[in-house]
């Protein structure tokens, strides 16, 4: 079931809200649903219609979406939840971002809506029959623009759009400084180069250098600067001020009074005539530049993403006829066959049919070592193939691939927030009006108390305020270090499902392996099979095997293999029955034939103790003891060995050397896992658990508040990787496994894990630097801009130095985010 989070409701009141519903068969099911919503408080009346699958339900005030989801859902159905992407255009500080979300919620329907700064982009989480076109109107009455984007980042549009506009601030940058220079140094030429005042006086004139100053830094800010009225003054006048909002009343109070100074000096009092022209441009092009330098991070920051993208060919060699034609990678289909020649890209996933090489698949799994192929082996898209030729079957494309996921799960994990971003959702909702408040106090302390010319100082330090303040630190903090993180991940062939698993995995306390296929290689072999009395060892292997045979099971391959290596004959088994945990049974050659562990014979009455003695051999030597049963006998003890991964050592100790607790959850006896444990230097071991009892496994770790991480690759592992604080599934594993986990570790190498682990905390780290800069930034210079150094040393902060401070602040939180691109976990 879907697990919807608690949201702030609308304070509209629509007539109805309509609810997609899955699962409804009956009339019984209609009234279930019906009372189920009903019960929600708030909750006027609910009519369902199972023609339509649909709920209409009116609430008697603010709708409570979520509370009517989670009724369908304790009601024993599905309700319909859509997830839409946005791209969301004019957004430049948390301040935005708070905003776009906040009027995203108020649409009825909507059960939950995230903004990335970073990415641009909203995610909603809505029932079906909303209308989208109601979505973007929200976003729309808010002051931003909809940028609709596609479900899949396999387009360049994105990217394309990102750098379109980092040329066109480039230009406006350019063109900003070229009239702003020329300002400056008439304006403050005379501090830095004798005699620029007097040639000024003497060729140009006061009256006339007042006018030019006016007509460049009027070029400015309504020229470059145009982009900050544009966003800046209608959010004013919603009275939902933004970072534009901020420039445009520091910089306008700046150029009105140097106007009123310049036409009008009889307004204002003796003395306090002085112009500021050139602190509007200078702060117009500074904030410029700061938005330059901070979308050409931002690009940067994707670099992982747009790696991926750059994986996969443009072109496909495909058989038509008997000739290969070379297509565009949007016309294969599956089914196609295509050649692959040495050092070509393979297009798309598919099963080899002939030939044979290796393929580098490092850009995928992270592993350097070329992997070999052959006929019946799997390829997967973007990967390179080395000195062979094949041709191969393709099985999957476009946006089922194998990368298209990658992609997917990448873009879904960078958009996502993390439980740290709370405070800064909290703070950036009246952060603006803060420093709005914060400025007109400013303005009032200097005016009232401040020395003469007091208009002059409480103007000057009113902009500092409005200037310095920087809530687009504060939104850039998190998301970009999660985009750089999580890319970096996918690099190393590491892939954060969910965002929050990059915090929660830091977290834990334990590490808690699944053993077969996990901490082992997943292919176990037959070592020993020992008769009981009156059988002998292959005539037992060749009722074992052909009973195995039907079985999927890795040790019934195992057993499968040993007997046909040995040329042992099998026969067709009958009423063939698997109990997982127990063992398997049937009918071979008219005789009753059983296979398991030693807890699926005392059932039957069959005493397996006369093998006790081996058996402890077989377990201490880290050996699976199994038991063979033929009509109603004990005839043999069998042994597998399943051999453990080369790095699962390596991996071991790099967990111990982090300070982690590792676990070993395993079905076998105890006496094998104790020993394969001892081995390994595992710390604790949790053997003889069934299948289902993994859960409980999981939950009797997490006893005394341990933090559990739980890592497995098949079907039965899925709901420990549920169940646990966060979930990591081997990659060469079952979909099932993968769908429920947070993390994937792409190459099935458990060295995955510490350097999941080592990134996580690298991410977290890089994410609180960046928000105690962002609140350390504003916490600190907002007063130093406000002048309560002036009574101390007599220090006040110019308003062009704080636009400086204000738009290196952003860029400092992208730098310190893209170092996380060269971390290199060991």
């Given at each position: 079931m879907?697990?919807?989070?608690?949201?702030?409701?609308?304070?509209?009141?629509?007539?109805?809200?309509?609810?997609?519903?899955?699962?409804?068969?009956?009339?019984?099911?209609?009234?279930r649903?019906?009372?189920?919503?009903?019960?929600?408080?708030?909750?006027?009346?609910?009519?369902?219609?199972?023609?339509?699958?649909?709920?209409?339900?009116?609430?008697?005030?603010a709708?409570?979406?979520?509370?009517?989801?989670?009724?369908i859902?304790?009601?024993?159905?599905e309700?319909?939840?859509?997830?839409?992407?946005?791209?969301?255009?004019?957004?430049?500080?948390?301040?935005?971002?708070?905003?776009?979300?906040?009027?995203?919620?108020?649409?009825?329907?909507?059960?939950?809506?995230?903004?990335?700064?970073?990415?641009?982009?909203?995610?909603?989480?809505?029932?079906?029959?909303?209308?989208?076109?109601?979505?973007?109107?929200?976003?729309?009455?808010?002051?931003?623009?909809?940028?609709?984007?596609?479900?899949?980042?396999?387009?360049?549009?994105?990217?394309?759009r990102?750098?379109?506009?980092?040329?066109?601030?480039?230009?406006?940058?350019?063109?900003?400084?070229?009239?702003?220079?020329?300002?400056f140094?008439v304006?403050?030429?005379?501090?830095?180069?004798?005699?620029?005042?007097?040639?000024?006086?003497?060729?140009?004139?006061?009256?006339?250098?007042?006018?030019?100053?006016?007509?460049?830094?009027?070029?400015?800010?309504?020229?470059?600067?145009?982009?900050?009225f544009?966003?800046?003054?209608?959010?004013?006048?919603?009275?939902?001020?933004?970072?534009?909002?901020?420039?445009?009343?520091?910089?306008t109070?700046?150029?009105?009074?140097?106007?009123?100074?310049?036409?009008?000096?009889?307004?204002?009092?003796?003395?306090?005539?002085?112009?500021?022209?050139?602190?509007?441009?200078?702060?117009?092009?500074?904030?410029?530049?700061?938005?330059?330098?901070?979308?050409?991070?931002?690009?940067?920051?994707?670099?992982a993403?747009?790696?991926?993208?750059?994986?996969?060919?443009?072109?496909?060699?495909?058989?038509?006829?008997?000739?290969?034609?070379?297509?565009?990678?949007?016309?294969?289909?599956?089914?196609?066959?295509?050649?692959?020649?040495?050092?070509e890209?393979?297009?798309?996933?598919?099963?080899?049919?002939e030939?044979?090489?290796y393929v580098?698949e490092?850009?995928?799994t992270?592993?350097?070592?070329?992997?070999?192929?052959?006929?019946?082996?799997?390829?997967?898209?973007?990967?390179?193939?080395?000195?062979?030729?094949?041709?191969?079957?393709?099985?999957?494309?476009?946006?089922?691939?194998?990368?298209?996921?990658?992609?997917?799960?990448?873009?879904?994990?960078?958009?996502?927030?993390?439980?740290?971003?709370?405070?800064?959702?909290?703070?950036?909702g009246w952060?603006?009006?803060?420093?709005?408040?914060?400025?007109?106090?400013?303005f009032?302390?200097?005016?009232?108390?401040?020395?003469?010319?007091?208009?002059?100082?409480?103007?000057?330090?009113?902009?500092?305020?409005?200037?310095?303040?920087?809530?687009?630190?504060?939104?850039?903090a998190?998301?970009?270090?999660?985009?750089?993180?999580?890319?970096?991940?996918?690099?190393?062939?590491?892939?954060?499902?969910?965002?929050?698993?990059l915090?929660?995995?830091?977290?834990?306390?334990?590490?808690?392996?699944?053993?077969?296929?996990?901490?082992?290689?997943?292919?176990?072999?037959?070592?020993?099979?020992?008769?009981?009395?009156?059988?002998?060892?292959?005539?037992?292997?060749?009722?074992?095997?052909?009973?195995?045979?039907?079985?999927?099971?890795?040790?019934?391959?195992?057993?499968?293999?040993?007997?046909?290596?040995?040329?042992?004959?099998?026969?067709?088994?009958?009423?063939?029955?698997?109990?997982?945990?127990?063992?398997?049974?049937?009918?071979?050659?008219?005789?009753?034939?059983?296979?398991?562990?030693?807890?699926?014979?005392?059932?039957?009455?069959?005493?397996?103790?006369?093998?006790v003695?081996?058996a402890?051999?077989?377990?201490?030597?880290?050996?699976?003891?199994?038991?063979?049963?033929?009509?109603?006998?004990?005839?043999?003890?069998?042994?597998?060995?399943?051999?453990?991964?080369?790095?699962?050592?390596?991996?071991?100790?790099?967990?111990?050397?982090?300070?982690?607790?590792?676990?070993?959850?395993?079905?076998?006896?105890?006496?094998?896992?104790?020993?394969?444990?001892?081995?390994?230097?595992?710390?604790?071991?949790?053997a003889?658990?069934?299948?289902?009892?993994?859960?409980?496994?999981v939950?009797?770790?997490?006893?005394?508040g341990?933090?559990?991480?739980?890592?497995?690759d098949?079907?039965?592992?899925?709901?420990?990787?549920?169940?646990?604080?966060?979930?990591?599934?081997?990659?060469?594993?079952?979909?099932?496994?993968?769908?429920?986990?947070d993390?994937?570790?792409?190459?099935?190498?458990?060295?995955?894990?510490?350097?999941?682990?080592?990134?996580?905390?690298?991410?977290?780290?890089?994410?609180?630097?960046?928000?105690?800069?962002?609140f350390?930034?504003?916490?600190?210079?907002?007063?130093?801009?406000?002048?309560?150094l002036?009574?101390?040393?007599?220090?006040?902060?110019?308003?062009?130095?704080?636009?400086?401070?204000?738009?290196?602040?952003?860029?400092?939180?992208?730098?310190?985010?893209?170092?996380?691109?060269?971390?290199?976990?060991?």
């Amino acid at each position: 079931m879907t697990a919807f989070t608690q949201i702030e409701k609308s304070t509209a009141v629509p007539a109805s809200t309509d609810f997609g519903i899955e699962g409804m068969t009956c009339a019984s099911c209609v009234r279930r649903v019906e009372k189920a919503i009903s019960a929600v408080p708030g909750v006027a009346s609910a009519t369902v219609n199972l023609a339509t699958e649909r709920a209409t339900v009116q609430f008697t005030g603010a709708p409570d979406t979520n509370g009517v989801l989670l009724a369908i859902e304790k009601a024993g159905y599905e309700p319909k939840v859509v997830t839409r992407a946005f791209g969301i255009e004019g957004i430049t500080c948390a301040s935005c971002v708070s905003r776009v979300e906040k009027a995203l919620r108020t649409v009825p329907g909507v059960t939950d809506a995230s903004v990335n700064l970073a990415t641009e982009k909203a995610t909603v989480r809505f029932v079906s029959g909303v209308d989208v076109a109601a979505l973007e109107a929200a976003v729309r009455n808010a002051g931003y623009d909809v940028r609709r984007t596609k479900a899949s980042s396999a387009t360049a549009e994105p990217e394309d759009r990102r750098e379109l506009e980092t040329r066109r601030l480039k230009r406006l940058v350019i063109l900003s400084a070229l009239l702003t220079l020329p300002l400056f140094l008439v304006e403050m030429g005379s501090h830095f180069l004798p005699g620029v005042h007097e040639w000024i006086m003497e060729n140009i004139g006061m009256r006339h250098n007042l006018y030019i100053q006016f007509a460049l830094a009027t070029a400015v800010l309504f020229g470059p600067g145009l982009r900050f009225f544009r966003k800046g003054v209608p959010n004013l006048l919603r009275w939902t001020p933004d970072m534009n909002s901020l420039v445009v009343l520091g910089t306008t109070a700046a150029w009105g009074y140097s106007v009123v100074a310049t036409f009008a000096s009889g307004l204002l009092p003796s003395g306090t005539a002085n112009v500021y022209y050139e602190a509007a441009a200078v702060i117009v092009t500074l904030i410029l530049l700061g938005r330059f330098l901070e979308a050409r991070a931002k690009g940067r920051t994707s670099q992982a993403i747009k790696r991926l993208l750059g994986l996969q060919p443009k072109t496909a060699f495909v058989a038509h006829g008997d000739e290969f034609v070379e297509i565009q990678i949007g016309d294969v289909v599956v089914g196609d066959v295509i050649r692959i020649r040495p050092g070509e890209k393979v297009p798309v996933d598919g099963t080899v049919l002939e030939g044979s090489s290796y393929v580098d698949e490092s850009m995928i799994t992270g592993e350097p070592v070329p992997v070999q192929k052959a006929a019946g082996s799997e390829v997967v898209g973007g990967t390179i193939n080395k000195n062979g030729s094949f041709t191969f079957r393709a099985t999957k494309v476009g946006g089922d691939t194998l990368l298209a996921q990658i992609i997917k799960m990448v873009e879904a994990a960078q958009g996502s927030k993390l439980p740290i971003q709370a405070l800064v959702d909290k703070v950036t909702g009246w952060f603006v009006p803060a420093v709005i408040l914060a400025t007109i106090l400013t303005f009032a302390a200097w005016y009232v108390f401040g020395p003469s010319p007091a208009l002059t100082f409480a103007l000057v330090n009113a902009v500092a305020v409005l200037i310095i303040a920087c809530p687009c630190a504060m939104g850039l903090a998190t998301p970009t270090s999660i985009i750089v993180g999580t890319g970096r991940a996918a690099e190393l062939g590491i892939l954060f499902r969910k965002g929050e698993a990059l915090q929660s995995l830091r977290e834990a306390d334990v590490i808690a392996l699944d053993k077969t296929g996990t901490l082992t290689k997943g292919r176990p072999e037959l070592t020993d099979i020992v008769p009981a009395d009156g059988f002998k060892a292959d005539e037992v292997l060749s009722f074992v095997a052909s009973l195995e045979a039907l079985s999927e099971h890795p040790i019934a391959e195992a057993i499968v293999s040993a007997a046909k290596s040995k040329g042992i004959a099998l026969v067709p088994a009958t009423e063939f029955e698997a109990t997982p945990g127990f063992g398997v049974r049937g009918i071979v050659s008219g005789l009753p034939v059983l296979v398991g562990a030693d807890r699926a014979f005392s059932g039957i009455g069959v005493d397996v103790s006369p093998f006790v003695v081996e058996a402890e051999r077989l377990g201490n030597s880290g050996k699976s003891p199994l038991y063979a049963a033929i009509d109603g006998r004990l005839a043999a003890i069998i042994a597998v060995s399943d051999p453990i991964k080369d790095t699962t050592p390596q991996a071991i100790k790099a967990l111990h050397d982090l300070g982690l607790k590792v676990a070993m959850v395993t079905g076998d006896n105890r006496r094998t896992a104790e020993a394969i444990a001892k081995q390994l230097g595992i710390d604790e071991v949790v053997a003889e658990v069934l299948p289902d009892g993994k859960v409980d496994a999981v939950k009797r770790l997490r006893e005394g508040g341990r933090n559990v991480a739980f890592i497995g690759d098949g079907i039965n592992d899925a709901p420990a990787l549920t169940e646990a604080d966060v979930g990591i599934a081997v990659g060469t594993g079952t979909d099932i496994a993968i769908e429920s986990a947070d993390v994937v570790l792409m190459s099935g190498d458990l060295i995955g894990v510490p350097k999941a682990i080592a990134l996580s905390k690298a991410t977290i780290r890089n994410i609180k630097q960046n928000l105690f800069w962002a609140f350390a930034y504003n916490v600190s210079l907002v007063p130093v801009a406000a002048g309560v150094l002036y009574p101390l040393n007599g220090a006040l902060l110019s308003p062009i130095l704080a636009a400086a401070a204000m738009a290196m602040s952003s860029v400092f939180v992208l730098g310190n985010a893209l170092r996380l691109r060269s971390v290199n976990p060991a």
